[in-house]
């Protein structure tokens, strides 16, 4: 057991002082997850400019390793998802 509390610092010390962009990701998605994060988010079509979708309120943000991009949001307390593939400016900005 103690080999295991020893290991979970461990990590976690390293997440802190390496601010790596995924470990901050993580931690906002975790935040958002429990505490509600408030965000305006807003998608744009990359060469017009054009507002394709835009949010304000809670949500959780989710991507891959191919910038596939998953809002799931709330609209009159039911869960709405939304999928973006990698040709759209995806712009998330914490209230």
Known sequence: MKKIIVFAIIV?????FTGCNSCT???KN???DFSELDRDVVVLHPFTGDTLFNYSGPCYISTDSANNVTLIFKVNGQ???ADWSNNVIFQAVEK
């Open 25 to 27: 990701h993580t931690f």
């Open 12 to 16: 976690l010390v390293a997440c802190i």
């Open 30 to 32: 975790l935040e958002s």
């Open 79 to 81: 869960s709405k998802k």
